[in-house]
């Protein structure tokens, strides 16, 4: 096996390794300050609670996802810079994972126990999607933040009013998916053919529906 085949398996099992730390948060990295921080709590009922944690629960397990996508992408990145684009944007996504966390906390409830499964999936489509090519990598990321985008105005739409604490997350949350579109799409990406993105879009409603219950 040649030293660069071993060298890409290594780093493919340290994102499964990573897999652990991204779903329980339990590294080092110093998080940006949770846009909410300041917004007060609102007086919610029960319902209301439960079905805003829910919510927030599919959000992160969004972005418990694009960790997995990000890294499977960075690993067979040609361009460096490309490389370096993604592993910024899933920095970012790694914030979101930590406001959506916390937002859930705050809400009495537990993100999904299917994390792992989102997680893994997620790094296998993003690993064939970067051997593929940069173009159609990039292709994927400018798809699948539009998707992103398009479900976070939703969620505004069905989150109770009174929760501004949730809706200041993913406020900030879409503005910045909307970011890594528009990045994506200027580095050079390539339109998905229509099949693939039909199948992104029932597979992430596949997600949010379990995610959402469980």
């Known amino acids: 096996m040649s030293n660069r085949s071993i060298n890409t398996l290594d780093k493919i099992l340290t994102s499964f390794d990573s897999m652990r730390l991204f779903i329980t948060s339990s590294h080092s990295k110093t998080y940006r300050e949770n846009p909410?921080?300041?917004v007060p709590e609102a007086n919610l009922t029960s319902a209301e609670r439960s079905h805003a944690a829910a919510l927030m629960r599919v959000?992160?397990?969004g972005e418990v996802a694009a960790q997995g996508l990000?890294?499977?992408q960075a690993v067979f990145a040609r361009d460096n810079s490309i490389k370096e684009q993604m592993l910024e944007a899933a920095n970012e996504e790694l914030d979101h994972l930590n406001w959506c966390r916390e937002r859930i906390e705050e809400l009495d409830e537990k993100p999904s126990k299917l994390d792992p499964i989102w997680y893994s999936g997620s790094l296998i489509i993003g690993s064939l999607a970067g051997f593929v090519g940069d173009k159609w990598s990039l292709g994927f990321i400018e798809e699948t933040e539009r998707q992103v985008s398009k479900h976070l105005?939703?969620?505004l739409k069905l989150l109770p009013e009174e929760d501004q604490r949730s809706r200041t997350?993913?406020?900030?949350m879409r503005l910045e998916e909307e970011q890594h579109q528009?990045?994506?799409?200027?580095?050079?990406?390539?339109e998905?053919?229509?099949v693939i993105r039909y199948l992104m879009t029932i597979t992430s409603k596949v997600m949010t529906k379990m995610s959402y219950r469980i």
Request: glycine share 10%; hydrophobic share 30%; no cysteine.
């Open 70 to 72: 990000y890294e499977g």
């Open 153 to 155: 105005t939703k969620h």
């Open 169 to 172: 997350i993913i406020r900030q």
């Open 36 to 38: 909410a921080k300041g």
């Open 59 to 61: 959000n992160h397990a």
């Open 192 to 194: 998905l053919p229509k």
């Open 182 to 190: 528009a990045n994506a799409k200027k580095a050079g990406a390539e």
